[in-house]
């Protein structure tokens, strides 16, 4: 049980692009769905938190006009990074969480390359 | 010191041995941990969790121990298999959201 997915796996494009992320958790509902950043033998850093039917918070320092996140439903949740450029590239992770003081289950990541 | 993002810290074991991979954490309010394992080129995995009126807690081949007095947490692996080379983060819950450790890259030779 509690399985994220999360799509694309991979995803090259130009710069000035914008790129959607996918995270549905498969079979459980996940009433906050967070999203990471990780760069190369670092650690995760928490970019958002989104709760279903609310604007999701962003933490300091992330821009939220860079990137767009809506969680629509129980079950998924979307970011966007509008206009890419190439110090956006990056390992992106979704987790989705059931309840509060409960574990936190990734996807997969997406690695976002911007040439 | 240490510089982060420059590399990981590295516990390097034989098959059949039993790894301690050590966390230090920063907040005392923080009520609740979790340890993750992570692949390469992969999210990560959850292992165990422990809370923080608890010392202890057991899972399959795997121990958490908790010494909320120095603000310490420890994994603890049994009889690690190459299966378990992977880095591994620690993460406390404070105010419904994880903050990551450094992390810890475990490597088993066969």
């Known amino acids: 049980g509690a399985v994220v997915s999360q799509h694309p796996s991979w995803v090259i494009c130009k710069s000035g692009t914008s790129v959607k992320i996918e995270c549905r958790s498969l079979?459980?509902?996940?009433?906050?769905m967070f999203w990471y950043r990780q760069f190369p033998k670092q650690s995760l850093m928490l970019m958002a938190t989104s709760n279903e039917g609310s604007k999701a918070t962003y933490e300091q320092g992330v821009e939220k006009d860079k990137f767009l996140i809506n969680h629509a439903s129980l079950t998924l949740s979307t970011l966007t990074v509008t206009s890419a450029h190439p110090e956006d590239s990056s390992f992106y992770i979704c987790?989705?969480?059931?309840?509060?003081?409960?574990?936190?289950?990734f996807g997969d990541g997406t690695r976002l390359s911007i040439l | 010191g240490e510089s982060v993002g420059l590399h990981l810290p590295t516990l390097s074991v034989q098959e059949g041995d039993n790894s301690i991979i050590n966390c230090a954490y920063s907040n005392s309010a923080s009520d609740y941990f979790i340890w993750y394992k992570q692949e390469s080129g992969k999210g990560p995995q959850f292992i165990i969790d422990i809370r923080s009126n608890m010392d202890k807690r057991q899972g399959q081949r795997v121990t958490v121990l908790l010494n909320k007095t120095v603000k310490h947490l420890s994994l603890q692996i049994a009889a690690t298999q190459p299966g378990d080379s992977a880095v591994y983060f620690c993460?406390?819950?404070?105010?419904?959201?994880?903050?990551f450790g450094k992390g810890t890259m475990l490597l088993v030779s066969p």
């Open positions: 079979d459980f509902q996940a009433t906050t």
């Open positions: 987790s989705a969480r059931a309840r509060k003081n409960q574990p936190q289950h």
């Open positions: 993460a406390e819950n404070r105010y419904s959201t994880l903050t």
